[in-house]
């Protein structure tokens, strides 16, 4: 079964050919170009189907996209998509539909990350699990029993913004010392050169004194490769952060695979293995049995083979 996957960013539109065997047949890449409107961006959207549909040797069954934004439930319509001047309220899936004339399901970017594990990824063994994404922001979905789990409205899974110290900082939203203050690739990186800064011997700081904006969390996983015992700390403590963050999860959601994607994820046990430390020493005995933290092997792929994954969920059974 083929169907085709986006992926709407505010920078690039990614596209796949996916065959639900063998994955991504083919992929494409679009400059967004979102600061031209809505309608250059849907013709954006039309001309990455249309390229990626040309491959296809056999019918398409369908296209999943992932955009930001809030989406309706009934997966057409993307409402104020951040870094997307002009948008407001697009029923997207009806007005690619018309050009294209696929069947056209959209849902959050980061929900799609979950489904995507789910058929192709670590969670592909895991009828519940929890995603959750580590990259601009941290974002999440839900598996339950093989679905996505949307909630009452399709707004589920906003797991950046559970607090885990409501006089922490702040963060995207009005949550203050949501998890996404700690994890988030920008926040991190601004509280890792506060520290920094009280060490001015450490590589970190002579490296990146002159341009502290520049530092990301890869750098500081680098500089942990090394041995570099303050980067390793910087790190153990944003892990710690996270597994208390899953706790909730697991205390509310009584779901105990917890698998982790993104960027910043990349630091691999440098932060999973704290993780798991601070999740057992705070979440209740019964909950420990089954409890596992993974990192997602699929990488930036995730989103792609969700969003292609999507119409899976609107086909006969």
Do not use: C
Not at 4 to 18: F, M, P, R
Not at 132 to 141: A, K, Q, R, S
Not at 211 to 238: C, F, V, W
Request: no cysteine; net charge negative; proline share 5%.
């Amino acid at each position: 079964m083929l169907t085709i996957g986006i992926d709407l960013g505010g920078t690039n539109i990614k596209a796949a050919l996916v065959d639900d065997e063998k994955g991504i047949l083919h992929k494409f890449s679009f400059s967004t170009e979102a600061d031209k409107g809505v309608d250059h961006i849907i013709n954006k959207l039309v001309e990455a189907i249309k390229v990626a549909g040309a491959k296809a040797k056999g019918p398409i069954s369908g296209v999943g996209v992932g955009s930001p934004g809030v989406i309706s439930y009934d997966r057409t319509t993307v409402s104020n998509p951040p870094n997307f001047p002009g948008w407001t309220s697009v029923n997207l899936a009806a007005e690619l539909k018309k050009r294209t004339f696929f069947d056209v399901y959209v849902d959050n970017d980061a929900n799609l990350m979950a489904l995507g594990s789910s058929y192709f990824g670590m969670g592909k063994t895991h009828a519940n699990f929890i995603m959750v994404t580590l990259g601009t922001g941290v974002g999440g979905g839900i598996i339950y029993q093989n679905k996505l789990f949307r909630g009452a409205t399709g707004g589920a899974g906003e797991l950046g913004h559970v607090m885990i110290d409501y006089n922490g900082p702040a963060s995207n939203s009005p949550t203050i010392g949501g998890i996404e203050a700690y994890l988030g690739q920008r926040f991190l990186s601004r509280l890792a050169w506060k520290r920094i800064q009280s060490e001015p011997q450490n590589p970190l700081f002579e490296r990146y004194k002159s341009d502290p904006e520049s530092m990301e969390p890869k750098d500081l996983t680098e500089q942990a490769n090394l041995g570099n015992a303050l980067a390793i700390d910087i790190l153990r403590d944003a892990g710690e952060k996270l597994g208390y963050a899953i706790v909730n999860y697991i205390h509310i959601l009584d779901i105990r695979k917890i698998i982790v994607s993104g960027g910043v994820a990349l630091a691999g046990d440098w932060i999973l293995k704290p993780a798991r430390e601070a999740a057992l020493t705070r979440m209740m005995v019964p909950y420990h049995n089954g409890f596992e933290i993974m990192a997602e092997t699929l990488g930036n792929d995730a989103a792609l083979l969700g969003a292609a994954s999507l119409p899976y969920e609107y086909l006969p059974d």
